[in-house]
Nanobody, 122 residues
Framework: QVQLVESGGGLVQAGGSLRLSCAASGRTFSTYNMGWFRQAPGKGREFVAHITWTNSIYYSDSVKGRFTISRDNAKNTVYLQMDSLKPEDTALYYC????????????????WGQGTQVTVSS
């Protein structure tokens, strides 16, 4: 497993941007498939984006065209650039990693960060 630490959350007005970072420990990061999930109060954990170790990328319909996932294996870091933010994007954002093929199911990831809060005001 890799250890994951998210950063970059904060408070932003609707229409604004934030970039989340997820720093990973360990020498195997480059072989991990990485995902971002989010969880709003009272709701389940929702898939946001995924990037495979071969750089195939997937997005949920709710963020497609607004969010961009990327990775820098030299820095052991995965990013989530979030543009045109909406109040409904408000949630605790989690980084996740695993060796399973692309999945929107949280249980298919075996490494998780502690989360970073994103709040979008209207």
């Amino acid at each position: 497993q890799v250890q994951l630490v998210e950063s970059g959350g904060g408070l932003v007005q609707a229409g604004g941007s934030l970039r989340l970072s997820c720093a990973a420990s360990g020498r195997t990061f480059s072989t991990y498939n990485m995902g971002w999930f989010r969880q709003a109060p009272g709701k389940g954990r929702e898939f946001v984006a995924h990037i495979t170790w071969t750089n195939s990328i997937y997005y949920s319909d709710s963020v497609k065209g607004r969010f961009t996932i990327s990775r820098d294996n030299a820095k052991n870091t995965v990013y989530l650039q979030m543009d045109s933010l909406k109040p409904e994007d408000t949630a605790l954002y989690y980084c996740a990693g695993g060796r399973s093929p692309f999945s929107t199911i949280p249980e298919n990831y075996n490494s998780w960060g502690q989360g970073t809060q994103v709040t979008v005001s209207s």
